[in-house]
Each structure stands twice: as structure tokens, then as C-alpha cells.
């Protein structure tokens, strides 16, 4: 497993404006997962971050709404830009960390609400 | 369309009975099978993980997997309230991104 951490925990933003969340592993590894868990919903998968690479986006998400960073093997951040109140929800940053395929592990997520 | 479906309860246990959670998925090929569980605001954690047909075991908790009938279910036996939580079914295809289910609410009755 992997000990992860996310900055901020929580935040309240006004609509417009942009926040920036950051995930921080405890080893190194390849492949950091952002996703977005909407009030009583499951997860949604944001898109995936490679060390060196661009990320890759999922239907429906797009990098200028959500810039996504990944400098090393150990940190990535996820900006959420021009938000809006839809934009209101948990984003959690997940590592694979097992040795399989599938086996990931999730930060304690970022709490967004957007007025 | 890759989809993962799960009933979403909530389901009611008495405490010391088994909780059986059920998961369907579409895609005949898919991988790999996981159970994430979810207490209330917390992140997902993962239980369970399944890769081949049949049963696995891991304490008081058993991962069941059949590929034909494309199904893969979750039994808690000796539930207890600490069990009471939103299961989350994850499946794989081929590459590394995980499809996840609506999730079961299960509440263990003391």
C-alpha cells in the first residue's frame, strides 16, 4: 500500500475563480488517478497522470477545466478552473500501488463547494 | 457501454449474519474484480481483489467470481456494525483504469 496525502482538505471558493489540490505519495510511483465522487454518487474517473507525460482525460472532462501537473513519481496536482457550483464536490487522487493492475490506493480526498 | 452495477440498498443485516453483495458488469472482457469499501466521509478502501473464477477468501470476508455469468459478489459472514458501509464494486479491462459501481449501502443491525 502507499500512504497518501491531498492539500487542501477542505475548500469553499467563489464561482470564477480556480483551485489548485495536490497529491502526495510516500513512493514512488507510475501511474496517480484524480477522480471526482459527486454528494451520493461513485467515483468518476477525471483522468490519469503519468510522471513525464501528458495526461490522459476521460470523456467529458477537458485539460483547460482541469490542468492536471505530475512533475515527479511522488506528487501530481489537479486544478479545477473556472469553477462553478456544479463543480461541487470530492476530488480524490488514488495511486497504484499494489503491483496490479486495478489495485489502487486513495488519498483522504478534497472537499470542494463552489458558491 | 462498459458498465458496473450494483443494487443500491440500502441493505439491512442483523449483526453475526452474512451480508451478501452483488455486482454485475457488461464487458466480457474484463480482468480484473475489486471490492472498495467506503465508511461515511472517508476515502475508498480496497478489501478485496479477484482474478480468476471461484472464491477467495480473507478472513470473514469471501470474493466470488463468475466470468460466464458475468457476475462477482462480496459475502461479509460475522457481520458486525463496524461493517456498515458503502461497497463499492471496481472492475478492470485491460488497461490500468478501474470502472466503478454505484455502490451498496449496507447497514449492520446490532
Known amino acids: 500500500s502507499a500512504v497518501i496525502s491531498q492539500k487542501p482538505s477542505r475548500d469553499i471558493c467563489q464561482r470564477g475563480t480556480s483551485l489548485t489540490i495536490q497529491c502526495q505519495v510516500d513512493?514512488?510511483?507510475?501511474?496517480m488517478f484524480w477522480y471526482r465522487q459527486q454528494p451520493g454518487q461513485s467515483l468518476t474517473l477525471i483522468a490519469t497522470?503519468?510522471?513525464?507525460?501528458?495526461?490522459?482525460?476521460e470523456s467529458g472532462f477537458v485539460i483547460d477545466k482541469f490542468p492536471i501537473s505530475r512533475p515527479n513519481l511522488t506528487f501530481s496536482t489537479l486544478t479545477v478552473s473556472n469553477m462553478s457550483p456544479e463543480d461541487s464536490s470530492i476530488y480524490l487522487c488514488?495511486?497504484?500501488?499494489?503491483?496490479?493492475?486495478?489495485?489502487?490506493?486513495f488519498g483522504p480526498g478534497t472537499r470542494l463547494t463552489v458558491t | 457501454q462498459k458498465e458496473v452495477e450494483q443494487n443500491s440498498g440500502p441493505l439491512s443485516v442483523p449483526e453475526g449474519a452474512i451480508a451478501s453483495l452483488n455486482c454485475t458488469y457488461s464487458?466480457?472482457?474484463?480482468?480484473?474484480f475489486f471490492w472498495y469499501r467506503q465508511y461515511s466521509g472517508k476515502s475508498p478502501e480496497l478489501i478485496m481483489s479477484?482474478?480468476?473464477?471461484g472464491d477467495k477468501e480473507d478472513g470473514r470476508f469471501t470474493a466470488q467470481l463468475n466470468k460466464a455469468s458475468q457476475y462477482v459478489s462480496l459475502l461479509i459472514r460475522d457481520s458486525q456494525p463496524s461493517d456498515s458501509a458503502t461497497y463499492l464494486c471496481?472492475?478492470?479491462?485491460?488497461?490500468?483504469?478501474?470502472?466503478f459501481g454505484t455502490g451498496t449501502r449496507l447497514t449492520i443491525i446490532p
Open positions: 488514488s495511486v497504484e500501488a499494489g503491483g496490479r493492475a486495478g489495485e489502487q490506493y
Open positions: 479477484i482474478y480468476s473464477n
Open positions: 513512493s514512488q510511483v507510475t501511474m
Open positions: 464487458d466480457r472482457g474484463s480482468q480484473s
Open positions: 497522470a503519468n510522471q513525464g507525460s501528458e495526461a490522459t482525460y
Open positions: 471496481a472492475v478492470n479491462l485491460e488497461s490500468e483504469k478501474l470502472t
